[in-house]
C-alpha cells in the first residue's frame, strides 16, 4: 500500500511526544509490528514507544501512560490515500485506547459516575470496532 505522509506523521509524534516528556529512546524501542491486519511494519517505524515514568508514579497513572503510548504507537498506519480506509484503520486503536483508559479507571477509579461512564465507552467503543473491522474486511483490508 502506497504511503503517504507517514514520515510527516512520525516525525509529528515524535515531536509531540518529545514536547510531552515523552523519550526519544523508547520510541525507537521495537520494529516490525503487525497491526492484526496483516499490514505490518518493518520499515524502521518507531512502535512500542514508552514514556520516562517517573518512580513515584501510582498504578494508574503507569497505565494510563502505557496505555497512551501504546495507542499512539498503533494510530500510525500505512496511509492509503483513501480517506474511509484510513480514518476506519486509524480509528480502531484510538478506540482500542479508549477501552484501556476506561479498564483503568475501573481498576483504580473509585467515582461511581466516571465508573459508570467507563462502562459506557467499553460497550460502545467495542461495538464500533466490530463495526469497522467488518467494514475493512469487506474491502479486503
Request: hydrophobic share 45%; charged share 20%; glycine share 10%.
Amino acid at each position: 500500500m502506497p504511503k503517504t505522509g507517514n514520515a510527516f506523521a512520525t516525525a509529528a509524534l515524535v515531536a509531540l511526544l518529545a514536547a510531552g516528556g515523552w523519550s526519544a529512546a523508547a520510541l525507537a524501542s521495537s520494529h516490525g509490528h503487525d497491526h492484526g491486519d496483516g499490514h505490518g511494519h518493518g520499515d524502521g517505524h518507531a512502535h512500542g514507544a514508552q514514556s520516562e515514568v517517573p518512580e513515584d508514579a501510582s498504578p494508574s497513572t503507569r497505565a494510563f501512560m502505557e496505555a497512551s503510548a501504546r495507542m499512539h504507537a498503533e494510530m500510525d498506519i500505512d496511509y492509503t490515500g483513501d480517506a474511509d480506509v484510513d480514518f476506519a484503520r486509524g480509528m480502531i486503536p484510538h478506540h482500542e485506547g479508549a477501552i484501556a483508559m476506561a479498564e483503568i479507571v475501573l481498576e483504580h477509579g473509585e467515582d461511581a459516575e466516571i465508573r459508570a461512564l467507563a462502562e459506557e465507552i467499553i460497550a460502545a467503543q467495542e461495538a464500533e470496532i466490530s463495526f469497522l473491522r467488518d467494514w475493512l474486511s469487506a474491502r479486503g483490508y
